[in-house]
């Protein structure tokens, strides 16, 4: 910023010098030409004194330079050149027909509207296997956009070398879970402590695509064979599901992954303390813990199994979900009540009903036509 300033200071002084020389110019027209012989005698005689005592000129400044080169133009500026060399005066022509080319091309070919190139950055970021060709071509042939590679480029969100347009890429694994989401299940354990300080397992398992809690349930010794058993009663036969993604706990042995591959479930372990990779199921973990078991002490395994049962039915039929539009994993069928009103009023003939979940600690609304 402070060379910007420079520059700008710099250019101001040499237009207003060229100014006053230029107006002094205009002005000698109108003189005679035996006065300007005169006056051209009398400074060259100072010149000389300067040259006999060999007094070095100071450097010039920019502004200086610019009106010598300017000025030469409209005489034999050889024989009046004393300061400095003629291959210097000439270096100095050459600099300002350059700097004067290159701020005449400076602009180039006009950018892109803004909305186009949101628009391909967008293509970009949404689409990880594409290329500069393959953006270009989809700009063009669907919606009409007429743009070459080297343009799209130009815009690329990244360095060009960065993406290759012909090598194909794989897909990152947000970008895997959010495109198989209906065909994934994730599981994971999360630990609860009774009353009486005894350490409890809440084994869980979701579906990614909907949300829902599939399955759900409680136990002081978790092991394979329980695990596995628990595999049983959550996945149907029928199911359409295809990948299992679980943490690499001892729990989840070998022998277990094997049998799950029997379900028809190819097994994805996450890597070694990334939770993230397993992002949903910690997450459903959180909530667990954030809105059921941070304000419950269960008293014994019993009891935990139906708190969270009832927990569970108000996660997947009443819990509205952000990620889900907001919606409920299991939506219940539309209400008849949502006639053509404002979207501030209630129907008149409804009223609100409150349910209770957890003795209180959640509520479920819903609306009850009023009898007649």
């Known amino acids: 910023m402070p060379q910007l300033k420079q520059h700008f200071q710099c250019l101001?002084?040499?237009?207003?010098?060229?100014?006053?020389?230029?107006?002094?110019?205009?002005?000698?027209?109108?003189?005679?030409?035996?006065?300007?012989?005169?006056?051209?005698?009398?400074?060259?005689k100072q010149l000389a004194f300067y040259q006999e005592r060999q007094a070095r000129p100071r450097r010039l400044t920019d502004a200086a330079r610019f009106s010598l080169a300017l000025w030469s133009h409209l005489f034999n500026w050889k024989d009046a050149l004393v300061i400095v060399k003629p291959e210097t005066l000439i270096r100095w022509h050459r600099k300002g027909f350059k700097l004067f080319w290159r701020w005449k091309s400076r602009a180039g070919r006009p950018r892109l509207p803004e909305t186009i190139r949101k628009l391909i950055v967008q293509m970009v970021r949404e689409n990880p296997t594409w290329g500069q060709e393959r953006v270009a071509d989809e700009l063009s042939v669907k919606l009409g956009v007429c743009v070459s590679p080297r343009t799209v480029r130009a815009y690329w969100p990244v360095k060009p070398g960065d993406r290759d347009p012909k090598k194909i890429f794989s897909q990152r694994w947000s970008t895997f879970v959010r495109n198989h989401a209906q065909a994934i299940l994730a599981c994971d354990f999360l630990v609860s402590v009774t009353a009486g300080f005894r350490v409890l397992y809440v084994f869980v398992v979701m579906e990614i695509g909907t949300r829902r809690i599939l399955h759900?349930?409680?136990?002081?010794?978790?092991?394979?064979?329980?695990?596995?058993?628990?595999?049983?009663?959550?996945?149907?036969?029928?199911?359409?599901?295809?990948?299992?993604?679980?943490?690499?706990?001892?729990?989840?042995?070998?022998?277990?992954?094997?049998?799950?591959?029997?379900?028809?479930?190819?097994?994805?372990?996450?890597?070694?303390?990334?939770?993230?990779?397993?992002?949903?199921?910690?997450?459903?973990?959180?909530?667990?813990?954030?809105?059921?078991?941070?304000?419950?002490?269960?008293?014994?395994?019993?009891?935990?199994?139906?708190?969270?049962?009832?927990?569970?039915?108000?996660?997947?039929?009443?819990?509205?979900?952000?990620?889900?539009?907001?919606?409920?994993?299991?939506?219940?069928?539309?209400?008849?009540?949502?006639?053509?009103?404002?979207?501030?009023?209630?129907?008149?003939?409804?009223?609100?009903?409150?349910?209770?979940?957890?003795?209180?600690?959640?509520?479920?609304?819903?609306?009850?036509?009023?009898?007649?």
């Open 216 to 372: 759900f349930n409680v136990t002081a010794h978790p092991t394979a064979a329980w695990t596995l058993q628990q595999f049983r009663e959550a996945i149907p036969s029928d199911h359409s599901y295809t990948f299992l993604i679980h943490d690499r706990d001892s729990i989840f042995s070998a022998e277990l992954d094997k049998s799950l591959n029997s379900f028809g479930l190819k097994v994805l372990r996450t890597p070694v303390q990334s939770p993230k990779a397993n992002a949903y199921c910690e997450r459903l973990m959180g909530t667990i813990r954030r809105e059921c078991l941070d304000y419950m002490i269960p008293l014994s395994e019993k009891h935990l199994r139906k708190v969270l049962r009832e927990w569970v039915s108000h996660y997947n039929r009443g819990r509205p979900h952000a990620s889900l539009g907001p919606e409920v994993p299991e939506p219940e069928p539309k209400s008849l009540f949502k006639a053509e009103r404002h979207r501030h009023e209630l129907p008149p003939d409804c009223r609100i009903r409150a349910k209770e979940v957890l003795a209180g600690l959640h509520h479920e609304y819903s609306l009850e036509r009023e009898a007649a």
């Open 12 to 44: 101001i002084r040499i237009l207003i010098n060229t100014a006053a020389e230029s107006v002094r110019y205009v002005t000698s027209l109108a003189r005679s030409r035996s006065v300007l012989v005169a006056e051209n005698l009398f400074l060259r």
